[in-house]
């Protein structure tokens, strides 16, 4: 019966507590994210898998304090390490970004600077007071399968892989206790992206850091993840392990099916992934398109662990018997 939160004696390196996050516009707020709720331990490949516009990346955002200015947290927790950073002011988390948590972005294009070297980028990564700077980057750089003199050239000078490999060399190189991955190989191709995973792999046994991978590809995600999240409008609506357990949640069974190759994709429409903040109150976010719908689900439905590390936010469900 899955009715409370079990935590256990896991190593948690990043918890999530109720987090919910708004869009304040001029004449109403707009949920973005509502009532989300997970962890990720030391040494962990959590994998995070929705559609566009599910929150995936607002989430990434909130974690690292970096939301645009229209964007509130209206309540909730976000422990790094235990600490709540909600409760820190912007010179703290300067020094937690990059130290204790880093972040590697889908397009490195756009967060590498044109006009800086290789080199510059990593140096400016690096927040320790070791003064042989070159060396800590060469050494950054050969674990990323680059060559060391890759830090004399330009951003334009490398291919999308090398730029993505650089990002990870920025991410990884003051050793932080865990690494946000935010879609990082969306514009790779398959070769590539393959190697980028092997990569963050590889890293993570060497270096024992908690990766949290946000990606729209369910497919990837059960092939890399220790355990994975199911995200749809705003809601984490599943955990579970790949490899021990299928997912449950009738919206993550669509998901599975796609890529078991079975005829289950519905006529979604494509609705808004957000609601405004009453909609969200009202009823379960997957109500109007669940085949498996019943009266009841035309309420909130809390997300509720059936262990440490596994839950779920459905009804119809024998790993959730709340009613």
């Not at 973005?32 to 990434?60: H, P, R, W, Y």
């Amino acid at each position: 019966m899955c009715l409370t939160q079990k935590t256990g004696e896991m190593e948690q390196i990043l918890e999530v507590k109720n987090l919910s996050v708004l869009r304040v516009e001029k004449t109403e707020s707009i949920s973005i994210l509502n009532d989300i709720n997970f962890m990720v331990k030391k040494g962990e490949m959590f994998c995070l898998v929705g559609e566009s516009g599910s929150g995936k990346t607002t989430l990434a955002l909130s974690i690292i304090k970096l939301l645009p200015k229209s964007f509130k947290i209206a309540s909730g927790e976000i422990l790094i390490n235990g600490k709540n950073i909600l409760e820190i002011n912007e010179q703290s988390m300067r020094n937690i970004r990059g130290k204790d948590i880093s972040i590697i972005f889908q397009d490195p294009s756009a967060y590498l600077d044109p006009l800086f070297t290789i080199g510059s980028h990593l140096q400016e990564s690096y927040h320790g007071k070791n003064e042989n700077k070159k060396e800590l980057i060469s050494l950054a750089l050969q674990e990323v399968g680059l060559d060391s003199e890759v830090q004399t050239v330009y951003p334009h000078q490398l291919s999308g892989g090398q730029q993505q490999r650089v990002m990870i060399a920025m991410a990884l190189i003051n050793k932080p206790s865990i690494i946000i991955a935010d879609e990082p190989t969306t514009a790779l191709d398959v070769l590539t992206t393959r190697q980028v995973i092997d990569l963050l792999n590889a890293i993570r046994l060497k270096h024992n850091p908690a990766i949290f991978f946000i990606t729209h590809d369910l497919e990837l995600a059960m092939k890399t993840g220790t355990r994975i999240g199911i995200m749809y409008r705003g809601h984490i609506v599943e955990i579970f392990k790949p490899g021990r357990e299928k997912p449950s949640h009738p919206y993550a069974n669509i998901l599975l099916g796609t890529i078991e190759g079975k005829d289950t994709i519905l006529e979604l429409n494509f609705k808004k992934n957000t609601m405004d903040s009453k909609q969200m109150q009202q009823k379960c976010p997957f109500f109007d398109m669940c085949v498996e719908k019943e009266a009841r689900c035309k309420k909130t439905i809390p997300f509720v662990w059936c262990d440490s590390e596994t839950g779920i936010r459905c009804l119809k469900n024998g790993r959730n018997t709340q009613v």
